[in-house]
């Protein structure tokens, strides 16, 4: 199956600074999705973005599907910005295909 | 578009019990998941369910776990006879018109 990875697996950022999280898969992709997970545990989709960019607030995000990977900018961090983000993606052969997530990048913003 | 709402968000449980996690779309759509995740691990993909029927599974989507939509309406995930390995969050998630969006969650914690 496809192999989804996530770098860097921690990131301790001051309030303020920016940061660059980054998404490799292994196969062609028609749906990819970066998340959010709050402290409480939920998913929150942050952006759908199989190839191009896309910005949203401090967040924007490219995905370079030739080349196989995305990353996701966070700018101007802040403590609510805390949490893990996960990059999922779905194979090109998957139309409506099951999300297969990265471990993950956990981050945390210090005051 | 409005996310999916799963019940309950915790439920706690005793080893060899049979627990049933439900996720209530807000409006009529028809391609579901379930994923699940455990404490400090990545996001799982469990089984799809489009049109009333399983579309695709895993290989942890064993003889213990059924789905069903028993009303046309809520859509379930029954674990029959639960295990401690089973502790983990439970997510529903839908298909959009291109992303999925996840619910809140159930977390499962087996006793």
């Known amino acids: 199956g496809i192999q989804v990875e996530q770098s860097p697996p921690d990131l301790i950022l001051q309030e303020g600074a920016n940061s660059t999280l980054r998404c490799n898969f292994s196969d062609s992709v028609n749906n990819l999705q970066w998340f959010h997970q709050n402290p409480w545990g939920q998913l929150i989709n942050l952006f759908y973005?199989?190839?191009g960019t896309k910005q949203n607030g401090r967040l924007s995000a490219t995905t370079v599907a030739t080349e196989r990977y995305s990353l996701l900018y966070i700018s101007s961090s802040q403590t609510t910005d805390s949490g893990v983000y996960f990059c999922?993606?779905?194979?090109?052969?998957?139309?409506?295909?099951?999300?297969?997530f990265g471990a993950g990048t956990q981050v945390v913003v210090t005051p | 578009e409005p996310e999916v709402t799963q019940t309950p968000s915790h439920q706690v449980t005793q080893m060899g019990q049979e627990v049933i996690l439900r996720c209530v779309p807000i409006s009529n759509h028809l391609y579901f998941y379930w994923y699940r995740q455990i404490l400090g691990q990545k996001v799982e993909f469990l089984v799809s369910f489009y049109n009333n029927e399983i579309s695709e599974k895993s290989e942890i989507f064993d003889d213990q776990f059924s789905v069903e939509r028993p009303d046309g309406s809520n859509f379930t995930l029954k674990i029959r006879s639960t295990k401690l390995e089973d502790s983990a969050m439970y997510f529903c998630?839908?298909?959009?018109?291109?992303?999925?969006?996840f619910g809140p969650g159930t977390r499962l914690t087996v006793t």
């Open positions: 973005i199989p190839s």
């Open positions: 998630a839908r298909a959009g018109v291109y992303e999925q969006y």
């Open positions: 999922a993606v779905a194979p090109s052969t998957d139309s409506w295909g099951k999300l297969q």
